[in-house]
């Protein structure tokens, strides 16, 4: 089993939509978490930390579930521009960085 | 914002060369570096984490002898892929532990190609 595991995609929406992203992970012992963004060929960017007491940021809301080892990403009024692929990151002691397959988002107008 | 850079950006060598990969961190210091592979349509993995000064630590399945990691400085590291093959071929990127306030940076990436 990945430690860190993401829906497969693609997710293919229209404009406007709104769209969720799952992730859980695996090591009980992970400290940090993120979603990142991936275009076509490019570094990862990020794009927001998670917290336990969620995290908005615009059209986009984290939440992680401690619990249930789970973080979830939800993108509003999606955007052509939304269009990527979007990468879930857990980091564990020693600042290890462990990534998610990722998730590509096709946004249509 | 910090920024970190790689060099090359592309390359393509022959099959039993060595390649030499240069990241830095332009302005700031890192205490930690670390090296991804990412082959076509899959995640970035993680090959190596690198101390300044110290060895680096590779994940289980990394050959540490044919990916040789340098991290002479607390703004650069180097990544030699050694003898490398065609099965080397993918997009290496590093990213870079701000030493004061924790944040990673990743580079550009490099995209190997062995021919």
């Known amino acids: 089993r990945k430690e860190v595991e993401q829906d497969p995609g693609p997710f293919n929406v229209p404009e406007g939509a709104t769209v969720a992203f799952n992730c859980t992970y695996s090591?009980?012992?992970?400290?940090?978490f993120f979603w990142y963004r991936q275009d076509c060929r490019k570094e990862p960017k990020l794009l927001m930390s998670?917290?336990?007491s969620g995290n908005e940021d615009g059209r986009f809301t984290a939440q992680l579930n401690r619990a249930s080892q789970y973080i979830s990403l939800l993108i509003r009024d999606s955007k052509l521009s939304d269009s990527a692929t979007y990468l879930c990151?857990?980091?564990?002691?020693?600042?290890?960085?462990?990534f998610g397959a990722g998730t590509r988002l096709f946004v249509k107008a | 914002g910090a920024v970190v850079s790689q060099h090359p950006s592309r390359v393509i060598c022959k099959s039993g060369t060595s390649v030499k990969i240069e990241c830095r961190s332009l302005?700031?210091?890192?205490?930690?570096m670390f090296w991804y592979r990412q082959f076509p349509k899959q995640s970035l993995m993680l090959m190596a984490t690198?101390?300044?000064?110290?060895?680096?630590?590779?994940e289980q399945g990394v050959e540490k002898d044919k990916f040789l990691i340098n991290h002479a400085s607390l703004t650069l590291s180097t990544l030699t892929v050694t003898s490398a093959h065609p099965e080397d071929s993918s997009f290496y990127i590093c990213?870079?532990?701000?030493?004061?306030?924790?944040?990673?940076?990743f580079g550009p990436g490099t995209r190997l190609t062995v021919t």
């Open positions: 990151v857990v980091t564990r002691r020693g600042f290890k960085t462990i």
């Open positions: 302005d700031f210091q890192a205490t930690t």
């Open positions: 990213s870079a532990r701000h030493r004061e306030i924790g944040e990673q940076y």
């Open positions: 090591n009980s012992a992970s400290q940090s």
């Open positions: 690198s101390n300044e000064g110290s060895k680096a630590t590779y």
């Open positions: 998670v917290y336990s």
